[in-house]
């Protein structure tokens, strides 16, 4: 079946670091992908998308690769803070727009 | 900016009762969205509502029943709530219809069920 799944349930890293979060993904028919965000208590974030005409997009802190060749998406956040302190998870629109379809999540703590 | 906002945050039922979350968007999105997320596990869409006056089932929806009230406006319903009903909802917005576009989250309503 579809999934979206990563290949680390949990990260840690140094604060100041770069953080790298992975995220493999199985429909080649998927050509929208969400990173988000998630802290203890709170909804999903939304940190950067992209599309699948893309291979890079740039946001404040954080880039986003796409691999559509080993259906393989990942999230780098540059100089890793306290406040990046979370679990971030991946999703793709699959077959539809409306329908995500969500991985599992990787929870990323900062080491101090 | 208050978003995507939920009612309750928090709320104990008895097996058997029934119970209505509310949510309600301020970004005049087309199409919202209801989820669950259990314990250390990803989002599960229960229904959505691609536009007013329309809904649908999404991966998990027996046991639950939806409104779309108007465009603002989408209410998820559990009839008659199970112990395997406990878990934390989520309301999402969207403008999917639009295109590519990101769904934006409420801060969710934690629901236990003895």
């Known amino acids: 079946g579809e999934s979206v799944g990563l290949h680390l349930p949990t990260l840690s890293v140094q604060e100041g670091d770069n953080s790298i979060i992975n995220c493999a993904y199985s429909?080649?028919?998927?050509?929208?992908f969400i990173w988000y965000k998630q802290e203890s208590g709170k909804g999903p974030q939304f940190i950067i998308d992209i599309r699948s005409n893309m291979d890079k997009r740039q946001g404040q802190r954080v880039t986003v690769l796409l691999n559509k060749t080993v259906k393989h998406l990942s999230l780098q956040i540059a100089a890793t803070q306290p406040g990046d302190s979370a679990v971030y998870f991946c999703a793709e629109t699959g077959d539809s727009n409306y329908q995500l379809i969500w991985g599992a999540g990787t929870k990323l703590i900062i080491k101090p | 900016n208050a978003g995507v906002t939920q009612t309750p945050k928090f709320q104990v039922l008895k097996t058997g009762q029934s119970m209505t979350l509310q949510c309600a968007q301020d970004m005049n999105h087309n199409s919202m969205y209801w989820y669950r997320q259990d314990p250390g596990m990803g989002l599960r869409l229960i229904y959505y509502s691609a536009s007013e006056g329309t809904t649908d089932k999404g991966e998990v929806p027996n046991g639950y029943n939806v409104s779309r009230l108007n465009k603002r406006e989408f209410s998820l319903r559990l009839e008659s709530a199970a112990p395997s009903q406990t878990s934390v909802y989520f309301c999402?917005?969207?403008?999917?219809?639009?295109?590519?576009?990101?769904?934006?989250f409420g801060d969710g309503t934690r629901l236990s069920i003895l």
């Open positions: 429909n080649s028919a998927s050509d929208y």
């Open positions: 999402a917005s969207s403008d999917a219809g639009q295109g590519d576009q990101p769904q934006h």
